[in-house]
């Protein structure tokens, strides 16, 4: 898949968990509660900023609804938000190994 990852990147620290929680489709809730355990409550979703982080990844097709349960809707990655994760996961290895060699030199 050849993609211009420059249209979709670098992506905030809360979308980077809204995507990140989505390899696994589930609902706004559950999300909201997957993100602030996976991040150690560093980052902490409130109902309007997940609502504005999927309206951009929907628009931009890097979720789709797959599901709706009661009122629930349930979103997963697309392929493409795949391949978008896993580019946003490369540049912070990158990031991370400069900061890394920095402070052994140092």
């Known amino acids: 898949m050849d993609?211009?990852?420059?249209k979709y990147l670098p992506v905030s620290e809360?979308?980077?968990y809204v995507m990140l929680a989505l390899t696994q489709?589930?609902?706004?809730?559950?999300?909201?509660?997957?993100?602030d355990s996976m991040s150690a409550g560093s980052v902490t979703l409130g109902p309007g900023t997940l609502y504005g982080v999927f309206g951009?990844?929907?628009?931009?097709?890097?979720?789709?609804?797959?599901?709706?349960?009661?009122?629930r809707k349930v979103y997963a990655l697309t392929e493409l938000g795949k391949a978008v994760l896993a580019e946003q996961v490369r540049r912070l290895e990158i990031?991370?190994?400069?900061?890394?060699?920095?402070q052994h030199a140092a």
Do not use: C
């Not at 993609?3 to 420059?6: L, P």
């Not at 929907?58 to 609804?65: N, P, Y």
């Open 95 to 102: 990031m991370l190994d400069n900061a890394r060699a920095l």
């Open 56 to 71: 951009t990844l929907e628009k931009q097709a890097l979720i789709v609804k797959v599901a709706e349960q009661e009122r």
């Open 3 to 6: 993609i211009n990852y420059s």
């Open 25 to 35: 489709p589930m609902h706004g809730y559950a999300l909201m509660q997957k993100v």
């Open 14 to 16: 809360a979308t980077f």
